[in-house]
């Protein structure tokens, strides 16, 4: 695998959501990704920025243009150093919220990218990569 590009966007209040997401669109469209998958992609960010802003206590997104067997993608992380997740199971389960969300987002995104990971603990901050293939 080749970065051919990378960076990283401040997610720290509700208006960096917006920013996530305005270069998530540009840094996609610029490697071609086609606008259905780009669209998929864009609406990932605004769950996983918010989570990061709303439960994170703000963190980063940090983004990767990479090269695979011939294949161009968008790989985004998704950082914080907050409370971390205690059951991830839980976490990844539809409808179930901490707050007074709809439990949505975590899933949500899950089933718009094509690569999905969590990696997250109490006390240890969370983690999510996402990766959408052009
Ligand atoms: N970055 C994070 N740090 C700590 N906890 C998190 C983080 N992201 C998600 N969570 C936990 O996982 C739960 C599920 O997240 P998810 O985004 O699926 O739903 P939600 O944010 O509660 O509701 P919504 O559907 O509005 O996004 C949250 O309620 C929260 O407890
Ligand atoms: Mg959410």
Not at 46 to 67: K, P
Request: one cysteine or more; proline letters at 2%.
């Amino acid at each position: 695998m080749t970065t051919r590009q990378s960076g990283s966007q401040p997610v720290r209040i509700e208006q960096d959501v917006v920013l996530a997401r305005q270069l998530a669109r540009k840094v996609a469209s610029d490697c071609g990704m086609r606008l259905v998958d780009l669209t998929k992609l864009v609406t990932a960010v605004s769950e996983l920025a918010r989570n990061t802003v709303v439960y994170g206590g703000g963190g980063d997104m940090d983004w990767e243009v990479i090269e695979e067997a011939g294949r161009v993608g968008l790989r985004l992380v998704f950082r914080d150093e907050g409370p971390g997740i205690a059951d991830v199971k839980l976490a990844l389960t539809d409808g179930w919220t901490s707050g007074g969300g709809l439990g949505l987002g975590l899933t949500g995104a899950r089933r718009l990218v094509d690569e999905f990971e969590l990696d997250t603990a109490p006390g240890q901050g969370t983690r999510v990569t996402i990766t959408r293939w052009t």
